[in-house]
């Protein structure tokens, strides 16, 4: 499989934007072969195949690096609830809350969380995503923790899609578990975190370190046990409020802190220090109507990557699209459209510790997407259309 897509704006996403007028990539066995002008097309691949681009703007496929998109059931009814006027207290009652999902997610099938994943993922294709990484933590039992693993492995199979898993078994705890998290990390997580290993089922383990949720004592006993099986560590961390949960997986080299709204300078310097990107979330702000922003200045002055992606949730961030979060990211933090789309590409595949992709460079993966744009800054202009023409996946053109 050649092919040389020529007749484009590049954005390959090194040094800024690096754009490039008229600009054509070569594509061999599904990975980028040669980038860069036309009238520098080296000779040996001048009769391959073409495909014009019209003019169009040429980008690395997105990658959505925080995602929760297995799920059963659905929270619609309960966002109407509160916008009547029930109380967060009233919509639990009434069987609301992430709790809600966790039952319908145990009660459902595999076969029935795949079809429903496989129609969210649908949506995250139509914004541009090329790669996406899929959690658990709407099982919360060993058994429904590996069920949730099984159906996002088998997502990739399904679409042009790559996937990446995360074990989030430390998301919630569940009600038979109430005001006994240190047992359910010991029960339920770490069991769970060492089966789904040993059945191959995860790249990286994820946390919920919260006053809801677990102590950063609690993560870091998780932690120690992927650190031991040789697995990426990540966590949401400061969301709402700052318990120095970043700092922490920052110092055990983790690969990502997420959501980080509160977190404080100490927290911005250890992840500074330890190479750790800042995951910005801005569909989980919105919809909670949170206040406090991330800290953009400090991550920028400091040096810490920053990606963005949707957090793809029935909850807290009923969203697929990254452009949107892109749109976001820019007018409600002030990041920069090259920040946002740096955020959806080079750093969200950092996120992930994936170095294939996420720039257009020679020996990288051939997932890319055409957009109805000539300027990269459209993709986060606008709000709620997404301009793609056509996806690059593997090489092979699904327009
Ligand atoms: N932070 C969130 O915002 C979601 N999970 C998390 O760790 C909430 C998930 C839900 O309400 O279903
Ligand atoms: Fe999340």
Not at 39 to 68: F, Q
Not at 157 to 183: F, G, Q
Not at 304 to 310: E, F, G, K, L, Q
Not at 373 to 395: D, V, W
Request: aromatic share 6%.
């Amino acid at each position: 499989m050649a092919i040389l897509l020529h007749n484009a704006t590049l954005a390959p996403m090194v040094n800024g934007y690096g754009l490039t007028e008229d600009g054509a990539v070569a594509i061999l066995d599904g990975r980028i072969a040669w980038v860069g002008r036309m009238c520098n097309l080296p000779e040996t691949l001048v009769s391959l195949p073409r495909h014009d681009c019209g003019g169009r703007l040429l980008t690395p496929g997105l990658i959505d690096c925080h995602s929760h998109i297995v799920f059963g059931g659905d929270r619609a009814v309960e966002f109407e609830m509160r916008l009547n006027g029930a109380s967060y207290e009233e919509v639990a009652r009434a069987g609301g809350g992430i709790l809600s999902t966790v039952r319908a997610t145990r009660a459902a099938s595999e076969a029935d969380l795949l079809a429903s994943a496989l129609a969210r993922a649908d949506l995250m294709i139509a914004g541009g995503a090329t790669t996406i990484e899929v959690k658990s933590g709407y099982g919360l039992t060993v058994a429904d923790e590996l069920k949730m693993l099984r159906v996002a492995r088998q997502i990739a199979a399904h679409r042009p899609l790559r996937v990446v898993t995360t074990h989030l078994a430390a998301h919630a705890i569940p009600p038979e578990y109430a005001d006994r998290a240190d047992a359910y990390i010991d029960e339920v997580a770490i069991p769970s975190l060492h089966q789904a290993h040993a059945a191959g089922l995860i790249d990286a383990v994820d946390a919920f370190c919260e006053g809801i949720a677990f102590s950063p004592a609690q993560v870091e006993r998780l932690f120690r046990a992927a650190r031991a099986l040789g697995l990426p560590i990540k966590l949401h961390a400061e969301q709402l409020s700052d318990l120095k949960g970043a700092a922490m997986a920052a110092g055990m080299g983790a690969l990502s802190a997420d959501h980080v709204e509160y977190i404080a300078a100490d927290g911005v310097a250890a992840m500074a220090a330890a190479g750790s990107v800042a995951v910005i979330l801005p569909g989980a702000f919105y919809t909670l109507r949170e206040t406090q922003a991330p800290p953009i200045t400090a991550f920028r002055a400091a040096g810490v990557p920053m990606a963005v992606a949707t957090d793809f949730n029935p909850g807290t961030a009923p969203i697929a699209s990254l452009p949107l979060a892109m749109n976001m990211a820019c007018t409600l933090f002030r990041m920069t459209p090259l920040e946002a789309l740096a955020g959806t590409t080079t750093h969200a595949a950092r996120a992930l510790g994936l170095t294939d992709r996420g720039t257009l460079a020679p020996g990288q993966l051939a997932d890319l997407c055409l957009w109805d744009a000539r300027h990269p800054a459209e993709l986060s202009y606008r709000i709620g259309a997404t301009p793609l023409h056509a996806r690059i996946f593997g090489g092979r053109l699904d327009a």
